[in-house]
């Protein structure tokens, strides 16, 4: 079954609809959810958490906009420079998901 990564819980949030594109797995313990003075222990954790991450997962961008760089940069390592992610969209009130190739040219497409 595909999983959704959530960087944090938010209680500003219902994520529920994520479920739509699989089990729900939060990545950063509240304790853990703002990277204060060092990034090394948020890298190491997002390593050990997306260590069987695939195509057929996603992110959902929700914390610190640096453990949401983290987890898309660790992501995208670990998958050939791919990834999906969710983005709630307020007229269709649900997630739609987007895809990301950093690297298109590598699967043949010479597109910038």
Excluded at 12 to 37: C, R, T, W
Excluded at 85 to 92: G, I
């Amino acid at each position: 079954m595909p999983k959704v990564f959530v960087v944090a819980e938010s209680p500003k949030h219902n994520i529920a609809p994520a479920l739509d594109y699989g089990e729900i797995e939060v990545v950063l313990p509240p304790s853990q959810s703002q990277i204060i003075f060092s990034s090394a222990p948020t890298v190491s954790r997002i390593k050990r958490v997306l260590e069987g991450f695939t195509d057929d997962d996603y992110l959902l961008f929700i914390g610190d906009p640096t453990a949401i760089a983290i987890l898309a940069t660790v992501a995208a390592a670990k998958n050939n420079g791919r990834f999906k992610c969710l983005k709630w969209d307020k007229q269709e009130r649900r997630y739609l998901p987007i895809q990301i190739d950093i690297f298109p040219h590598r699967n043949g497409d010479d597109d910038d």
